[in-house]
């Protein structure tokens, strides 16, 4: 079965440091990749999809960066840390299909990382 | 671009009665799909239901069942005999149909509580 595994599930950063989050899938190849921010109180907004290594498409205009290394790994990166970057960051994971239709492979997501600005 | 809209922030209801939340959505598409997802306060994200735009019947999951409007582009989720266990935050989302990524677009979220 697929599993996929977020870390760490708490971050306490100091403004201006920098930033790593980790997402691996297991027991799949050629996921597409996503990560998610979530706001209090709000919605999921997209920031980072990815439908192969090395692909990044970024969703909006933002102080983070994503990379995909390896095939099931997602990074989230930031170089210096913004107080608005504060929020909880999901990834999930998706089924990519030959036929380009992905409404049958629904998003599986990771149990979050929440990351806190001080 | 699609959007999509829930308008009650916040809900309650009996344990073992019903309750209707409400989503619309904005969009040019004919092709796309429409989702629930559940966010209990564990915070993991789970999928509820799935409604092809392409049918007609609406979809059912036991207790979960939508009301799906196209032509009013809503997708309300009734939940039949709530449960404790059904206190969460509920999204809805959309996706575009054929050549699309799989990207999810979300509602503001609802957040119910069930009480006893």
């Known amino acids: 079965s697929q599993t996929i595994h977020q870390w760490p599930a708490t971050l306490v950063q100091p403004v201006g440091s920098p930033l790593s989050l980790e997402c691996t899938v297991e027991g799949t190849s050629n996921p597409n990749l996503y990560w998610y921010r979530q706001a209090a109180g709000r919605g999921l907004q997209l920031l980072f999809y990815s439908v192969g290594i090395g692909q990044i498409s970024s969703e909006v205009p933002q102080n983070l960066s994503a990379s995909r290394p390896q095939d099931r790994q997602f990074i989230l990166s930031s170089k210096k840390l913004l107080l608005s970057d504060s929020g909880f960051y999901l990834c999930?994971?998706?089924?990519?299909?030959?036929?380009?239709?992905?409404?049958?492979?629904?998003?599986?997501f990771g149990d979050g990382t929440r990351l806190s600005i001080l | 671009a699609q959007t999509v809209t829930q308008s009650q922030p916040e809900m309650s209801v009996q344990e073992a009665e019903t309750v209707t939340l409400s989503c619309t959505y904005d969009t040019s598409e004919s092709n796309y799909y429409l989702f629930w997802y559940k966010q209990p306060p564990s915070r993991q994200m789970i999928l509820v239901i799935r409604q092809e735009a392409y049918k007609q019947q609406n979809a059912t999951e036991n207790r979960f069942s939508v009301n799906f409007q196209k032509a009013a582009k809503s997708f309300s989720l009734k939940i039949s005999d709530s449960q404790l266990g059904d206190t969460a935050m509920y999204f809805c989302?959309?996706?575009?149909?054929?050549?699309?990524?799989?990207?999810?677009?979300f509602g503001q979220g609802t957040t119910l509580q069930v009480k006893p």
């Open positions: 989302a959309f996706m575009k149909g054929r050549g699309n990524t799989g990207k999810l677009i």
């Open positions: 999930a994971w998706s089924v990519s299909t030959l036929m380009g239709t992905y409404g049958n492979q629904p998003q599986h």
